[in-house]
């Protein structure tokens, strides 16, 4: 059974800093290119951080470039995203995926950036 479930989320003010986590199991985890997407209320799910299986030069919104970090553990079979200088828009609900043929995704967390 594949299982991705993140973890980390939570309220932090502005200028703070979360890491979110998201421990998988079911399938070859070193094999598939890993995500982070987004989701704010009334827009479209985005994607925020991906890195592939290698780790190797990964891939930024513009809108998180600089401040997040994406990074993966192929022992562990998880996926990491460190945020760094959170803003109020970086409110959503933060969503792990899993690509290779066929695309998994955890349930999410959510992160609320407010003073």
């Known amino acids: 059974q594949v299982r991705l479930v993140e973890s980390g989320g939570g309220l932090v003010q502005p200028g703070g800093s979360l890491t979110l986590s998201c421990a998988t199991s079911g399938f070859t985890f070193s094999t598939y290119t890993m995500s982070w997407y987004r989701q704010a209320p009334g827009k479209e799910r985005e994607l925020v951080a991906q890195?592939?299986?290698?780790?190797?030069?990964?891939n930024y919104a513009d809108s998180v470039k600089g401040r997040f970090t994406i990074s993966r553990d192929n022992v562990k079979n998880t996926v990491y995203l460190q945020m760094n200088s959170l803003k109020p828009e970086d409110t959503a609900v933060y969503y792990c995926?899993?690509?290779?043929?066929?695309?998994?995704w955890g349930q999410g967390t959510q992160v609320t950036v407010s003073s």
């Open positions: 890195i592939t299986r290698f780790g190797g030069s990964p």
């Open positions: 995926n899993a690509r290779r043929s066929v695309d998994w």
